[in-house]
């Protein structure tokens, strides 16, 4: 029996399951692809027969309403659908991705993304998201690093907890409540140099002390489902891994809904070379835990030739079937009417101002040179907007934006023009046609915008197509011509000291290395959203002071890769007294006489921005933080409270994140951790007090052997604005 206690559905779910025939079983285990906005006959077929429990990637309300009229009063029990489609940061209003929604450092503001987005994708007829991506994603080459929450277990377990909150609300039966999917269980982060779908090694300590955190929370807030990776996890895909999906989530953290396989990677277990044929990944997938399948189809073609022959048991088909239910219970869809479909009408106007919101705090200020910005409109007569990506509706959206309506999109240069003075005049060249873009030919008349404009905004960057599933790169360097392009036009203005803004546009953390010191600002904009354009607008003209802060390192070149702040310190540490540059050493050097340590010859060793880091418009000072106690026991609480200081007239808002480092373990600890942030409302000319409560239990770490444990000992603890603050307080745990 599946583990019902609290399953309030159980009885009817039961009474359910005692009346389906076998097929019937194996129909609510299978999940179709959509037929492209139609009712095709095979499909209505299909459900007729009871042989499909869910429809993925059918968005059309009509065809989504008569599929579930068939689902309904056509089949013998008329079992609803699961009507499944990706919407991983909005639906037909866009988001910042989630890689800029994680620079936001703000739960609320997720959840908000999440709920407006279930409230546009449930009014279409969809009731399940494969959202949210919490892979841990520390390597900038992988493509869906945009898709993720960065490199951090506790930031993603708390934006990851905070998504299934705004698409589940607290009652799924709700009208626009919509189930979501913690995804992708587990490690997909972790693929060998950065290529999508490449194998994973991931040992226990990295897995339980990593990976498995934001997983763990998602399932004690009480997600929906799971989806299994891709991976190769450690020997075994992801999809027939008994000991991820049955040993860890449905025993050890009692998981009680449902685990649906990834696109196709059922049978990809065939190809990964773990199954002879469709048959026997069918039975792995069956036996590891899997419980419903993703298009591949082997469930429902095998599964019963299986239980025939003893391979798979008909427990293991039942309590598949009781999770599937359950959630079909739990989201109400055997009492909910038909969906209202895609005529209720929205309120867009609600849903862009909520994607402005998002994107004005996720976007990240990198540098600002002699306070360049923010820009005066009254003092600027004329701005030069250099760069395709200033006025693409559809690239600013980013990767995973199926239903995006690009109508709504405003561009940085619809943008700029809405905020800036009726009076300025606003000069705007493309200069290329892509981030891929080669040629130079724009770069005359970009000069010639840049010599008539008092101020020029140059937008970079990578277009949307460049990050997201499959599109990973070896480089990570501004594509095309880009480099050149900004050094050409730094260069040629730098005679008559005229400002030059960067904003940069990607899915991924690029390396601005080569630009970084050619230009007077750069503002991070990830992909935006829908609002990113009239967004930045409003931070470049200081409506807002900028409050992003990264939840990625940003590497200073690839061959750094990886490199993340939570690194462990090693035997010889590398710091800036002992680090040895290339230039450094002489001709016939002693072998052992320079750079014996943890780095690069040839590239500083920290990252170019480090993770937890963001400027302001305002100046921010952080007073040392006051402990409650330098002593605190297994059961206590520790209490840290600091003055926060904005000494200027800007209003502002901050992220003040609390790092701590353990100093000596039965494993070894990263040399600081983030164990607690808050965004904080910084008032012109104010002090804040700012309070955090560490537990116990939120020292504790998985040991070498896999057991998570609170270990006596001393522990330094700082609190600042980014991963670098100063470990300045000393406790003990005793
Ligand atoms: C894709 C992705 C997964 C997505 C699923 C359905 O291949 O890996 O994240 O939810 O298939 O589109």
């Not at 703000?106 to 279409?124: L, W, Y």
């Not at 696109?263 to 036996?287: K, M, R």
Request: glycine share 8%; hydrophobic share 40%.
């Amino acid at each position: 029996m599946v583990n019902d206690t609290g399953n309030i559905h159980s009885d009817r779910v039961q009474a359910l399951i005692a009346q389906m025939t076998l097929d019937e079983k194996l129909g609510q285990m299978n999940q179709l692809n959509g037929a492209g906005g139609a009712v095709s006959e095979p499909l209505a077929d299909a459900i007729r027969c009871g042989r499909v429990g869910s429809i993925i990637n059918e968005v059309n309300a009509s065809t989504l309403k008569e599929l579930q009229r068939i689902a309904r009063e056509e089949s013998r029990l008329g079992i609803p659908l699961l009507i499944g489609r990706d919407v991983i940061h909005g639906f037909e209003t866009v988001f910042p991705i989630p890689l800029a929604l994680a620079a936001s450092w703000c739960p609320d503001v997720v959840e908000k993304t999440a709920r407006v987005s279930a409230i546009e994708a449930s009014g279409n007829g969809i009731n399940w998201t494969f959202s949210p991506m919490i892979d841990i994603a520390r390597d900038p080459r992988w493509g869906r690093v945009a898709e993720s929450f960065g490199e951090d277990p506790l930031l993603s377990a708390a934006l990851g907890a905070a998504m299934v909150k705004g698409y589940q609300t607290d009652d799924l039966s709700g009208d626009t409540a919509i189930l979501a999917c913690a995804k992708h269980f587990v490690g997909y982060g972790a693929s060998e140099s950065g290529r999508d779908y490449n194998t994973t090694n991931i040992s226990e300590h990295d897995l339980r002390n990593i990976h498995l955190p934001p997983f763990k929370a998602c399932s004690e807030i009480g997600v929906g489902t799971f989806m299994t990776s891709f991976s190769d996890v450690n020997g075994m895909p992801a999809s027939g891994n008994q000991y991820l999906l049955d040993d860890i989530l449905k025993q050890e953290w009692q998981f009680s809904g449902f685990v649906v396989s990834d696109w196709g990677s059922v049978q990809q277990l065939t190809v990964h070379g773990v199954a002879a044929d469709d048959e026997h990944a069918a039975a792995l997938a069956l036996n590891a835990g899997v419980d419903m399948e993703m298009v591949s189809e082997t469930f429902i073609q095998h599964a019963s030739t299986l239980l025939q022959k003893g391979v798979i048991s008909q427990d293991t088909i039942d309590q598949a079937v009781a999770r599937i239910l359950t959630c079909k219970f739990r989201l109400g869809l055997f009492e909910g009417a038909f969906i209202s479909g895609s005529d209720s009408v929205l309120p867009i106007e609600e849903h862009f101002e909520a994607a402005k919101q998002a994107a004005l705090k996720s976007c990240v200020l990198l540098t600002n040179h002699q306070k360049t910005l923010p820009l005066d409109k009254y003092s600027i007569d004329s701005i030069g907007v250099l760069g395709w990506l200033a006025h693409d509706d559809y690239e600013q959206l980013g990767t995973w934006i199926f239903d995006g309506d690009t109508h709504r999109s405003t561009t940085i240069l619809q943008g700029i023009q809405n905020v800036a003075s009726d009076e300025a005049i606003i000069h705007y060249q493309p200069v290329f046609s892509s981030s891929r873009d080669m040629s130079v030919h724009g770069f005359c008349d970009a000069k010639r915008v840049a010599d008539e404009s008092d101020v020029v905004i140059v937008c970079v960057g990578e277009e949307s197509i460049l990050s997201g599933e499959a599109h990973c790169r070896s480089d990570i360097g501004l594509p095309g011509a880009q480099v050149t392009f900004i050094e050409t036009i730094s260069e040629h203005l730098s005679a008559n000291n005229k400002p030059i803004i960067l904003v940069c546009m990607a899915g991924r953390p690029l390396d601005l290395s080569p630009v970084v010191d050619k230009v007077d600002a750069i503002l991070y904009a990830w992909h935006p959203g829908s609002a990113g354009g009239q967004a930045i607008a409003e931070l470049l003209f200081g409506l807002h002071s900028p409050s992003g802060k990264l939840p990625i390192s940003f590497p200073r070149t690839v061959g750094q890769i990886p490199i993340y702040y939570a690194q462990k310190p090693t035997g010889r540490p590398v710091t800036s007294e002992n680090y040895a540059a290339m230039a450094d050493f002489p001709m016939r050097a002693e072998q052992t006489s320079l750079g014996m340590a943890a780095s690069h010859m040839d590239t500083y060793f920290t990252p170019l921005f480090p993770f937890g880091y963001g400027l302001s418009y305002a100046n921010i000072q952080y007073a040392k933080p006051e402990l409650s106690s330098q002593q605190m026991h297994s059961d206590e609480t520790l209490l840290i409270t600091l003055k926060v200081t904005n000494t200027t007239s800007i209003d502002a808002e901050d992220i003040v994140q609390l790092y701590i480092r353990d100093e000596v373990a039965s494993a070894t600890r990263p040399v600081r951790e983030l164990k607690a942030f808050k965004r904080v409302v910084l008032p012109p000319q104010s002090e804040t007090t700012v309070e955090f409560e560490l537990t116990a239990e939120a020292l504790a770490f998985y040991d070498a052997n896999g057991i998570k444990s609170i270990e006596p000992g001393y522990f330094t603890l700082g609190v600042g604005g980014d991963s670098t603050c100063e470990l300045t307080e000393r406790f003990e745990m005793v």
